[in-house]
């Protein structure tokens, strides 16, 4: 049996498309039909069947996919890792999944050291508000706000973070420096979109029983930082992409804050690979050095707008 095809097979079942599979493996969407077609004939059964747009798999597909991920864990833990403790060198690619804020207002910048340091290593960041699945091979390392507790995972707490409310001087000599969460009510709010929240820990705006209502909301804190910076409104944002944005002053702080943690997992079948651990080590160690950077909020209180 053709592990190629085997390693088709079990991407159209994690993703259920034909075309999905097709861009996972940068294959194109005629090979993956013809590699699944080809598996097929030779085990003598259908795998899966037609649901519209999707293929849904079948109960000999899904017997076919807990074996095959059996065969892929050892592929992956015990024959990939062949070497690993003696690979000086690190080569080939690391896709790390995180969220959006993590990943576009500070994984971004510390990822091209790495790089320049190790030359023949590709990274790929998947920066999306989204939660990754290891087990799905969606990405090498995950990044997330809540703690895996499902899974063949290594995980560990990167680091705790800060998070507070912020404005700017222009916003607030406008609509005044409010003084307390009460005084909220009375101001232009952005924040997530509820409906689309992936963990609550993105809630930031549930405060006790305060009625919050906002007039821009997106599923991108990218996007409210960067409301929040035109003058147009007041939003929570963590204390590390805060930092550096001069327009920003604190309001409510250090009398409200939020503390939220970043937690960094690893299939244990990738966990022993040379590019992987070295890569874990070089991003906790980026965030050890920077810890202060993550807990700025409750020492940058600016109060000469009040």
């Not at 929240?197 to 599923?219: H, P, V």
């Amino acid at each position: 049996m053709d592990w190629d095809n085997i390693r088709v097979f079990l991407h159209i079942a994690r993703t259920g498309r034909v075309i999905d599979a097709a861009k996972a493996l940068a294959l194109d969407h005629s090979t993956i039909s013809r590699r699944l077609a080809k598996l097929e004939e030779s085990l003598g059964v259908q795998l899966f069947e037609r649901a519209g747009r999707r293929l849904r798999i079948t109960s000999a597909g899904e017997d076919l996919r807990r074996s095959a991920v059996k065969l892929e864990s050892i592929v992956l833990q015990e024959i990939g890792g062949l070497g690993a403790e003696t690979t000086t060198g690190m080569t080939g690619r690391v896709r790390i999944g995180a969220p959006e804020g993590l990943g576009v207002g500070y994984l971004g910048g510390r990822i091209a050291a790495i790089m320049q340091d190790y030359p023949n290593l590709d990274i790929e960041l998947v920066a999306l508000p989204q939660t990754y699945s290891l087990s799905s091979r969606e990405a090498d390392i995950a990044i997330s706000l809540d703690r895996p507790e499902e899974g063949s995972l290594a995980t560990r707490k990167l680091t705790d973070y800060e998070l507070g409310f912020y404005a700017t001087r222009d916003y607030l000599g406008r609509n005044g420096f409010p003084q307390t969460l009460n005084d909220l009510t009375g101001h232009t709010l952005c924040g997530y979109i509820a409906g689309l929240l992936n963990t609550r820990e993105l809630a930031y705006l549930d405060i006790a029983d305060l009625k919050l209502a906002m007039r821009f909301t997106s599923t991108s804190i990218i996007a409210q930082c960067a409301m929040i910076e035109s003058g147009m409104a007041m939003g929570v944002l963590p204390a590390y992409l805060a930092a550096g944005k001069h327009l920003l002053v604190p309001v409510l702080q250090p009398s409200f804050l939020l503390r939220r943690s970043y937690w960094l997992s690893v299939h244990e079948d990738l966990r022993r690979h040379a590019r992987i651990r070295k890569t874990v080590e070089l991003l906790t160690a980026a965030v050890r050095r920077e810890r202060s950077l993550f807990a700025k909020a409750s020492s940058t209180r600016d109060t000469s707008a009040s």
